[in-house]
């Protein structure tokens, strides 16, 4: 039993840490490094070259796509990243997900209204 609790409570830690470390690795600016459809990673187009992502401590998000601004929320619940579209987006979204999240690089997918899903690669803004 004893062995069993010493188990339980390490995995408690480690989530909490995890956690911990995914708030704090997000609040940062993002800046759009490049992009993915159907399979092929392509340069970033012009209206997309200065595209960025910023999240805040209070659980907030800010920044362009295609030079189109989005907003909305982010949360954290199991070690895992969650957004929700603001409705002062302009860029027109279906869905939007955090996909990895490590200190030097962020991953967010998409699906636009045509159904077409991009994935976004972000490194941290200089």
Same mark, same amino acid.
């Given at each position: 039993?004893?062995?069993?609790?010493?188990?339980?409570?390490?995995?408690?830690?480690?989530?909490?840490?995890?956690?911990?470390?995914? $708030?704090?690795? /997000?609040?940062?600016? @993002? =800046?759009?490094?490049?992009?993915?459809?159907?399979?092929? &990673?392509? *340069?970033?187009?012009?209206?997309?070259?200065?595209?960025?992502?910023?999240?805040?401590?209070?659980?907030?998000?800010?920044?362009?796509?295609? $030079?189109?601004? /989005?907003?909305?929320? @982010? =949360?954290?619940?199991?070690?895992?990243?969650?957004?929700? &579209?603001? *409705?002062?987006?302009?860029?027109?979204?279906?869905?939007?997900?955090?996909?990895?999240?490590?200190?030097?690089?962020?991953?967010?997918?998409?699906?636009?209204?045509?159904?077409?899903?991009?994935?976004?690669?972000?490194?941290?803004?200089?």
């Amino acid at each position: 039993m004893k062995k069993f609790t010493t188990l339980l409570f390490l995995i408690v830690v480690t989530v909490c840490s995890f956690a911990q470390s995914a $708030s704090k690795n /997000i609040s940062k600016k @993002w =800046s759009l490094h490049e992009l993915e459809e159907f399979g092929d &990673k392509f *340069a970033l187009a012009e209206n997309q070259k200065n595209d960025w992502i910023t999240f805040t401590a209070d659980n907030k998000y800010t920044g362009t796509l295609s $030079s189109e601004a /989005i907003e909305g929320t @982010w =949360s954290e619940k199991g070690g895992k990243i969650y957004l929700s &579209k603001g *409705a002062a987006s302009v860029f027109k979204i279906n869905w939007i997900k955090v996909i990895t999240l490590e200190s030097n690089s962020l991953v967010i997918t998409y699906q636009s209204e045509d159904l077409i899903k991009t994935t976004l690669y972000y490194i941290p803004a200089e």
